[in-house]
């Protein structure tokens, strides 16, 4: 049999690892006991994005396929480009 290396624990020297930075504690999930006390915002290196004021809200929405496959084919973005068409469609 062979042995599979790829998911073998490493030795972690903890000598190596760098110091957190405050801003890195600041953004970082903090829980206790396993329960989430304060979400963490971004990753480690970068900030996430600010929270907006009016933030959008997730949905299901069923869609002809033809219509669907013509906004994916239009790259990066396309679900943006739907809620623009149905803010024109109505008018806001």
């Known amino acids: 049999?062979?042995?599979n290396t790829a998911n073998s624990p490493t030795d972690?020297?903890?000598d190596d690892l760098p110091e957190w930075t405050d801003d890195q504690f600041d953004r970082a999930r903090f829980s206790i006991a396993g329960k989430v006390?304060?979400?963490g915002m971004g990753t480690l290196t970068r900030s996430g994005r600010p929270p907006s004021d009016n933030p959008k809200r997730q949905v299901t929405l069923r869609l002809d396929p033809d219509v669907l496959e013509k906004?994916?084919?239009t790259g990066k973005g396309w679900q943006s480009r739907i809620n623009a068409e149905l803010r024109k469609a109505?008018?806001?």
């Open 37 to 39: 006390v304060r979400h």
């Open 1 to 3: 049999m062979i042995e």
């Open 12 to 14: 972690w020297d903890d």
């Open 90 to 92: 109505l008018g806001i």
């Open 71 to 73: 906004f994916r084919a």
